[in-house]
């Protein structure tokens, strides 16, 4: 057994798995970020956006349109969420208003989802230039999984970069920090919350797309993936882009040598590492304690 | 009427004691004796808790798609025993508590006290110590747990189906001439994947070949990428593959990314044609037992497929339609032996029951009301007859040999 080989092998697989963790992590955190709210319809929304791109495969023929019709498409839907629903409770204090109003989008998405789609599972594969293995020192490695490591890869800088050079980017974080200021300044802080919410699922519906060929699109497929992104963001630091990078690779990480060192307490070892954490930084690794 | 007769206390006799018991037991007993013929002159109700809504949904659509063909088909003959029947489904969302729940709805609110359609094997489990309390038989369509005949036995229980240990047992009597010599074996870690991988590990064992390791993924795991890589490590030649819906098609994709199929053949304890819909291509050439074959060409699964594919366009039978479907005509053959839909008499009726239907003969034996059923292997092929690759019969083994002892998961005696 060539040593070196199998870890490179696992570290690439814990990669290639966090890049899907990522996506989803990286919406749930910035929405947090700018709205105070958990979004516990995310992980329908992921798998809302596992359909839509499932039908924008079909119709269009093309994975590569699927990616950006998917996101598009459920990021208007978010929006419209937020700016005729969402935004009405923003003066309310009792944080119940909001967790009943998303608990209320899970169930009807998900139940608009059954209806279009049906209960069928649904699958398109991967297009034939991502099909293939690589050899990488004797370990057969998915070309699909290094796509999902570039791409994960691109879009952590990409979105790092517009949040630390945009001006736009300027007022997310500004808003996330302090709302009353910058809307006595003069910004439409509502347009403001309005895009992120739309972009955080828009970021869901991408990893949705991209699970598709991993484990087909089918009901529930959000389940699992959103509670492992609740615990990345705790781990990361609600609110905190870098945090939700970092936690992605740990939990990651944890999973795949934990299922192939101690596959009975793969499960564990996630809650373990999030209980770890909060006992040395209870705000998360590079969140704030309020 | 003088005051003294309007206070005088008359006397109370045994007469007046036993007319006013006779009609007070009457008040009482009349709902419940009018609800008793009601039940013997309607409808016969079948209860079908099932998992409507989450992760084994798809298998629970299956049941009630063909439950509804059942009834269509069933009532246009005249019903049984000249009555019609009547399913009732509830969602138990795979939930064992949820399904005991909605068992207890059923069986108060309806009177049904006949039950099947359970997907999971653990909610067939919480249900077990019910039964007497409730009065109510359950007839297992795809419980494959082997404990539930073996030491969860119960005498209201029957399971019509081919169990987990049978389906293991079939591959590998398959497996004995097969060219690999070294496995793996991979399952969903829940009753039915331990009580498949237990099984497999014996039966493998028995036939003089070598099991490397055994791995037990996380229910609703999503990512098997690191179980590929154990499983190329660990120089198998053949990996056993004990895992259904989501996750089996999570791993076969998967799987098919990593090129595993060219390196390691695959054999797996259950074939749906679900996973193969969507697997497609990805999907030919694999190996399993298969808890009901629909290219199996005996005229009653010719009946049944044809009546099923004039009902839903052309869709294919998965395993799961064949087995409900099986158990239905289990059922129904044993309440018109019994003359009655009572549950104790559906109870003796269909011990030792031998019925025909789309898997061929089955013999519901009495000793722990296990279905001795035929065991299939199938090979998924391209077929002519279907849209998409079915599994075509390679081999068919005597229900003699795959049924195992009784009230056992294991073959030692056969």
């Known amino acids: ?290 | 009427m003088t005051t003294k007769d309007r206070y005088r206390v008359k006397a109370i006799t045994r007469r007046s004691v036993l007319e006013a018991t006779l009609a007070g037991s009457a008040l009482v007993a009349a709902p419940a004796l009018l609800r008793h013929a009601a039940a013997q002159q309607g409808p016969i109700k079948i209860g079908i808790p099932t998992v409507i809504t989450g992760g084994y949904a798809i298998l629970g659509s299956q049941v009630m798609r063909t439950c509804r063909l059942v009834k269509k088909m069933t009532d246009a003959k005249g019903g049984v025993i000249g009555r019609p029947i009547e399913f009732l489904f509830q969602d138990t969302q795979g939930d064992p508590a949820m399904c005991v729940r909605k068992c207890q709805e059923l069986i108060e609110r309806d009177n049904c006290r006949i039950l099947t359609g359970v997907i999971v094997s653990s909610e067939a489990a919480a249900m077990l110590p019910k039964l007497e309390e409730w009065n109510a038989v359950f007839l297992s369509h795809g419980n494959g747990d082997g404990r539930l005949t073996a030491e969860l036995f119960v005498p209201r229980f029957f399971r019509a189906n081919t169990s987990a240990p049978m389906g293991a047992r079939a591959l590998a009597l398959y497996l004995k001439d097969a060219p690999e010599k070294k496995f793996i074996a991979i399952a969903s870690d829940a009753a039915w994947g331990r009580s498949s991988n237990a099984a497999f590990e014996e039966q493998i064992k028995a036939v003089g070949k070598e099991l490397a390791d055994k791995i037990y993924a996380p229910v609703a795991n999503k990512d098997y990428s690191t179980y590929i890589t154990k499983i190329l490590q660990s120089g198998a030649q053949g990996c056993y593959v004990a895992l259904q819906g989501d996750e089996a098609r999570a791993f076969y994709s998967q799987a098919a990314q990593y090129g595993l199929a060219q390196r390691v053949q695959f054999f797996t304890e259950i074939v749906a044609q679900a996973d193969i819909k969507v697997l497609g291509k990805d999907s030919l050439g694999l190996v399993g037992s298969s808890r009901y074959a629909v290219t199996y060409d005996i005229p009653e699964n010719r009946a049944f497929v044809s009546a099923f594919q004039a009902e839903y366009k052309n869709e294919i039978p998965d395993w799961s339609d064949g087995e409900i479907y099986q158990a239905l005509m289990i059922l129904f053959a044993a309440i018109e032996k019994a003359k009655s839909a009572e549950p104790m008499k559906i109870v003796e009726a269909m011990e030792g029951l031998e019925v025909t239907s789309v898997k061929g003969p089955v013999l519901m034996r009495k000793c722990d009301h296990q279905g001795e059923n035929q065991g299939f292997v199938v090979k998924v092929a391209k077929n002519d007859k279907f849209a998409d690759p079915v599994g075509d019969i390679i081999k068919i083994y005597p229900r003699e040999m795959t049924t195992p002892d009784c009230r056992s998961a294991s073959f030692r005696n056969r």
């Open chain 1, 1 to 290: 057994m060539n040593w070196f080989g199998f870890i490179l092998a696992q570290c690439l697989n814990a990669l290639s798995q966090a890049s899907i963790l990522f996506f989803i992590a990286c919406g749930l955190t910035l929405i947090f970020g700018i709205m105070r709210i958990v979004n516990f319809a995310h992980g329908v929304i992921f798998m809302l956006g596992a359909y839509v791109g499932y039908t924008a495969n079909v119709v269009t023929g093309s994975f590569l349109v699927s990616l950006i019709v998917a996101p598009i498409v459920v990021g208007l839907v978010g929006m419209a969420f937020e700016w005729t629903l969402l935004r009405h409770l923003y003066g309310r204090r009792d944080g119940g208003a909001y967790l009943l109003l998303i608990f209320g989008l899970a169930v009807v998405l998900s139940e608009v989802i059954r209806l279009i789609w049906g209960v069928q599972p649904l699958g398109t594969g991967i297009p034939d230039f991502l099909r293939g293995i690589v050899i990488i020192l004797d370990q057969p490695f998915p070309l699909y999984r290094l796509f999902l490591i570039g791409l994960g890869v691109a879009a952590a800088i990409a979105i790092w970069q517009f949040l630390e050079r945009t001006r736009a980017g300027l007022l997310i974080r500004a808003v996330s920090q302090n709302s009353e200021m910058v809307h006595a300044l003069g910004t439409d802080v509502d347009m403001v919350r309005t895009g992120v919410f739309g972009f955080g699922c828009a970021l869901a519906a991408l990893g949705g797309v991209l699970a598709t060929p991993l484990v087909t699109a089918f009901l529930g497929m959000g389940t699992s993936v959103v509670i492992d992104a609740f615990v990345i963001v705790i781990i990361g630091g609600m609110g905190s882009f870098l945090g939700s990078i970092i936690g992605s690779v740990l939990v990651a990480f944890v999973q795949v040598m934990g299922a192939y060192y101690f596959q009975d307490l793969a499960l564990a070892f996630m809650y373990l590492l999030m209980l770890f954490v909060l006992i040395i930084r209870p705000g998360g690794l590079l969140g704030k304690e309020d």
